[in-house]
Every structure is written in C-alpha cells, then in structure tokens.
C-alpha cells in the first residue's frame, strides 16, 4: 500500500502554524490559504464527528492532542485509520523526544522536528513505520551533533 500525503500541518487552536511540510508544490499565497482554510475547518468540528473531512478534491486526516492539531491532506480513496495511527505514531515518537511534547518544543526545536519527521515520512510516502527503529537512527544523529 502506498500512502501519498500532500502536507503535513501543526497548528494551535488560534491558527498560528507551528510547522508545515508540503509534498506538493504549491505558491506561498497558496500555503497560507489552505493553512487558514484547514485551521477552520478542523477547529470547530465537533469532536462527535470522525476525524476525517473532505477537503476541496482531498481529504484532511487529524487528531488533536492538547491545544495542537496534526492535520494530513491525502487522497480521497487513501485508508483514514493508516493515517490516524501514523499521526499517533508521530506524537509517540515527538513524545520520546522532548517527554511530554507541548507546543513550546516544536518552536524552539523545530529542526529536531523536521528532522524527526523526514525520518519518518519522505516524499509524501511513509517510509518507516518502527518507532524502535526511528528513535535509533534519531539516537544515532545525536551522537553526531
């Protein structure tokens, strides 16, 4: 199974992005405007309802965890469970790093984050869905720095 992701968003309640990666390209104007769309299409959904929402000719994936939300945009046919556990194993992996993750971590370690994250996904396709063997090699480059 090949699972193509468009962006991976990280935004508080109020909006403000804490970290964006694009797998498709799309002009500056452009990003900001799905960041605003998908920040107020996720945030006042109510939690009753699945975390999947049509999105444009896509579809959004996210899970919030305390004030942030993990959003993916895939395709309309792609598995939503896939996606929902690879975002939980994000937070698990994020967890790892910086005990007990809070949005203060993604700000002032965002080059951790992106670090972990291209660890984890490349390309738009999930490359490595181990967190033991994502947390090695993260291991691994510390001991380089």
Do not use: W
């Not at 991976?8 to 605003?36: M, W």
């Not at 395709?75 to 698990?92: G, K, P, Q, R």
């Not at 660890?119 to 691994?140: D, P, V």
């Amino acid at each position: 199974m090949r699972l193509l992701i468009r962006f991976i968003l990280l935004q508080n309640r109020q909006g403000k992005t804490r970290l964006a990666k694009y797998y498709v390209p799309l002009e500056e104007s452009e990003k900001h405007k799905v960041e605003y769309e998908v920040h107020r299409l996720v945030v006042n959904r109510d939690s009753k309802f699945t975390n999947f929402v049509e999105f444009r000719t896509h579809k959004v994936i996210y899970r919030r965890y305390a004030g942030l939300f993990f959003s993916l945009c895939v395709d309309i046919t792609d598995n939503e469970l896939a996606y929902l556990e690879c975002i939980h194993l994000f937070v698990e992996i994020l967890d790892h790093f910086f005990s007990n993750v809070c949005e203060l971590d993604l700000v002032f370690n965002f080059h951790k984050v992106y670090l972990i994250l291209d660890e984890f996904i490349l390309a738009g396709e999930l490359q490595e869905t181990s967190k033991r063997a994502i947390i090695e090699r993260m291991s691994e480059l510390e001991k380089l720095e």
